[in-house]
């Protein structure tokens, strides 16, 4: 039995309505618990005041720099005694999902009573960068409930300016859209650089995500210094059986407004099947006995649309891979940035694909480290620097896929134009 | 002595890094692992993939308060070994998804889930669950709560998140402070500061490193000065735009307060490349007052977006894809938000979010 709780009217509130509440959660805790009594009340100051009251500072296990998110009270008495002593430590561990989130219940029941055993009990799936968050430890405890989620085969994750926790899409194991195994990739990556995620020593933070497909569930093109988002080169494949199936549910308006209509580049075209190209890059699919779709694969920009709503009559081609983009992130400090491409496609089939993402990744994070400023992220680095001082700098040739258009003003030096382009048709040449 | 050494012995890190997926996944996503056909939603909530090699899985999700009790934890871990097959995966969006290779598990699976609080749905054209920060729980620098924002929204957005009748799927956020850690997103509830930060001259000099402070700032408002004989920094208020980056570095610049700590409402973020290229969100609305325990004024702004996007867009069209069709002035009149000089872009770039054309719709 804990101790005696707190009043808390305000997050009382929060336990009506039919969304699950975390604040029932915590009163189930502060049954047992007194520093989730306290944290409670903490709460509650919170909500009453319209203000936060929770101190970061230096806290680390054994043998790593990061990871851990220390928060001391700033909520005292005039005698600097904290007013909710049991929660006056309330630390959390960022520890590393496996790829694609997946849990056996076996080890969620594990990591559960872990938790229960050397912390608050209150976990998080997951923080915004990816992390299951443990939180809620006494300085004490970080330790003792790091060695037992450690030997249960979890590792902690990045914080502050170094390699953060990565995200891969649900992918391979149960989406018909998946271009590359994103769990390997997202393993083989992040496991190859765990010294740059808990030895803090960057400039800044460094984010790698990893998306099966164009429709970027992983949001990684927004929120990630290296975005590694699946697609393919050859053409959309087509299967007639599920495309007269879903034409016979949905009928020819739907197919014209909701399916053609959409087609960013109108590569997408609905014709009479007597009608229907013949071609090295047309795919062609009948929805019924007259009428067809004719797809130009060398028009189409790999968006998706179409696959997603006619999910398995449409299909990503076979020759598969990745668009790699470098430099999202959000606001602070220069303004919102997309991630942009940087290769425009990089086949991952073999082992030697995959790792050819590790060389990238490390070419960057080894002239991120040299060249960005403090405090700055890749995105505001290739802003400050321009984009081609940057391919340089990792040894990557230029593309017109990297660009939305050419330049609109004359505001560059040329005099190396002639030189460039030789160089340029010998390299093809030789290719 | 060699009894103390022992004693101060710590145990070394295993550096294990990410955990191999595949021992926690379910049996049939193993088997048919980089091999399905396609996939189908047989009601809200219900996913149903099929494996070119014939094989089925079904995937029942369902909305959690994200910040979880251990109890919560184990009650999912029972629904997921009685009525599911003990495997479970996450959503980034917080959902937990219950896989299934018999068809008949689905409908027992969906009835316990439901029956213990865990509500059905999330998929498809579905308001899924809000991606939520840390807020006054648990950040250093909050202006506001997030677990308790996401809890009063999904109260009232409960019905859509179990239906499947928006125009596309609406992804959303909120942030407690500017630096958005909750992301892009169709609708995004961010933090405003509209006062510059109040600063402790008597803390700074023993809590700050000042020149690190001074170039964290976006307009280089901040700079040195002597306060009271101490070492201090001091603020142009006249530039500075309140955006709170130099609070995180140096927390006597206190840029919290209970009045001036307002909301913001930003809609037509989109990560993915369907349709569009990618959009950024944009500030339609600002000035919301910060309203615990629930946020009314808040979730008024944010329910009247929902209604006119959901009454007015096509089928497919993501909120950034039907304001592109009806275009901005349309949006302010629509949902009745009043478009002010505060929306126009004035930051570096800003000329490009202008209308350079004779484009206008009347």
Known sequence: MAKKPHDTPNLDALETGPWPSFVSGLKRLAKDKDAVVDLLGHL?????????????????????????????????????????????????????????????????????????????????????????????????????????????????????????????????????????????????????????????????????????????????????????????????????????????????????????????????????????????????????????????????VRCMHCINVMTGALAPGKDKGATILCGGKRTLKIGDQMGTVIVPFQPLQTEEDYEQIVELGQKIIDFFAENALEHERTGEMIERIGLVNFLEGIGLDVDANMVGAPRSNPYVRTDGWDEEVAKIKAKKAAA | MAQAQTQTQMRKPKETGVPDNMQYMHPTLVKNHGNWKYHDRPRPGVLHHVSHSGEEVWTVRAGTQRQMDVHTIRKLCDIGDKYAEGHVRFTIRSNIEFMVADQKKVAPLIEALEKSGFPVGGTGNSISMMAHTQGWLHCDIPGTDASGVVKALMDELYDEFRREEMPNRVHMSTSCCEINCGGQADIAIIVQYTKPPKINHDLVANVCERPAVVARCPVAAIRPALVNGKPSLEIDEKKCMCCGACYPPCPPMQINDAEHTKLAIWVGGKNSNARGKPTFMKMVASGLPNNPPRWVEVAAVVKKILHVYKEDARPWERLSDWVERIGWPRFFEKTGLTFTKYLIDDWRGSRANLNASTHIRF
């Open chain 1, 44 to 300: 509650e100051h919170s909500y009453a005041t319209k203000k936060g009251y929770w101190k970061g500072g230096t806290l680390g296990v054994y043998g790593y720099g990061g990871g851990i998110i220390p928060r001391f009270t700033e909520i005292k008495d005039e005698n600097g005694k904290p007013t909710y002593p049991d929660a006056a430590e309330f630390h959390t561990l960022r520890v590393m999902p496996p790829a694609g989130m997946h849990y056996s219940t076996e080890i969620l029941r594990k990591l559960a009573d872990i938790w229960e055993r050397h912390g608050s009990g209150l976990i998080a799936f997951h923080g915004q960068s990816g992390d299951i968050m443990f939180q809620g430890a006494t300085s004490e405890n970080v330790q003792k409930a790091f060695d037992e989620i450690n030997e249960a085969g979890f590792d902690l994750g990045g914080a502050g300016p170094a390699l953060r926790t990565s995200m891969s899409c649900v992918g391979a194991a149960r989406c018909e859209q998946s271009c590359y195994d994103e769990g390997k990739a997202h393993r083989m990556v992040i496991n190859s650089f765990l010294d740059d995620i808990h030895r803090p020593a960057l400039p800044y933070k460094f984010k790698f995500k990893f998306s099966g497909c164009p429709n970027d569930c992983m949001n990684s093109i927004q929120r990630s210094d290296l975005a590694v988002i699946g697609t393919w080169r050859d053409n959309i494949r087509t299967d007639e059986p599920l495309a007269k199936k879903w034409f016979a549910k949905h009928g020819m308006n739907e197919l014209v407004n909701d399916v053609v209509a959409h087609c960013p580049t109108r590569a997408i075209q609905l014709k009479e099947i007597k009608d229907v190209r013949k071609g090295e890059s047309i795919s062609a699919v009948a929805v019924n006995d007259t009428h067809a779709l004719e797809i130009d694969n060398s028009d189409c």
